[in-house]
């Protein structure tokens, strides 16, 4: 089987580890990279001898099979369209447009096209999101009772989008890859410290029909760097810590037991268990995300996080900025 042809956009801060990663794969042929730095294009035409450097990007889609649109939020609507409208499957990072409008007009324009469009939400890639995925649909946590995440750091500082649209993405979409299913409101805070009107530090609550509630803390204004998601059930709870180097992952069999009362007397009771560490692959997200956009292309597995995926993720992510402007008002989700 022949190489697919594949181009990068943007080849920035996040952007070049797809090219890394493209360069490394067997399967593909890194074939063209546009960015609009000619210093990023000189070092990479240094680093990937023979790879096209450009800075248009209607030359690389003239080059390619498949295209990773990775460059600034603001242009990833309308370079989708361009790829679609050239009939070149992408895999657009997150977040996959600004508004509403926006990612609905890109998915039904791939959809009419036949285009494969899918979306970089990287974590619902991750081997450990993957793995609680898998224990949450066979009840081995119990009855779900909420999740948290916190997504914060020291810099970097974005003069282009808040906290929300820039660390947003990743908690929205693993909340509704777990809970399988989309909030019916959302409810943000925030606040504005460093540039007026992007605020450093959002927090978002998403409430679901079945009485879940997903928090998650946001900031690029913070001491410590954390990458944590915490999991809640009836019958154990679990903990993934992006930021271990090993063992990523911790299950706490423990919780409160909450019997069927008989009498008066009886009361709840605190049920102490063992931590255990379950054996979860390695395998870095984006090499599997990237693996599984070649697969798609090639027609030999159904496409994961797809266009309506990215949908779904910026309708919440477009309430929750409503919330934040009406100092956190609850925003019922359309269609909820």
Partial sequence: MSRLRVGVVGAGTWGKNHVRTLAGMPEVEL??????????????????PGVHMTESAADLLGRVD??????TASTHAALGRQAVDAGIPAL????????????EGLAEAAERAGVPLLVGHLL???????????????????????????????GQVRPDENALWSFGPHDVSVALFLMGDAPVSVAAQGHSYLQRGIEDVVFLTMKFASGVVAHAQMS????????????????????FDDMASREKLRIYDKGIDRPDYVSYGESLS??????????????????????HFVSVIRKETEPRADAAD?????????????????????VTLRGS
């Fill in 31 to 48: 074939a063209a990279v546009c960015d609009l730095s000619p210093d990023t294009r000189t070092r990479l035409a240094g680093q990937y």
């Fill in 66 to 71: 498949a295209v990773v649109i990775a460059s």
């Fill in 92 to 103: 657009i990072e997150k977040p996959f447009a600004l508004t509403v409008a926006d990612a």
């Fill in 124 to 154: 619902e890639y991750h081997p450990v999101v993957e793995r609680l995925g898998t224990m949450i649909q066979k009840g081995e946590l119990g009855d779900l009772y909420y999740l948290y995440s916190q997504r914060v750091n020291l």
């Fill in 220 to 239: 690029w204004l913070d001491p410590h760097k954390e990458r944590r998601l915490t999991v809640v059930g009836s019958r154990q709870m679990a903990v």
């Fill in 270 to 291: 605190v049920r102490e268990g063992d931590i255990y560490i379950p054996r979860v692959s390695n395998a870095e997200p984006l090499a599997v995300q990237l693996k």
């Fill in 310 to 330: 990215g949908v779904r993720v910026v309708r919440v992510l477009e309430a929750a900025g409503q919330s934040l402007a009406r100092d956190g008002a609850p």
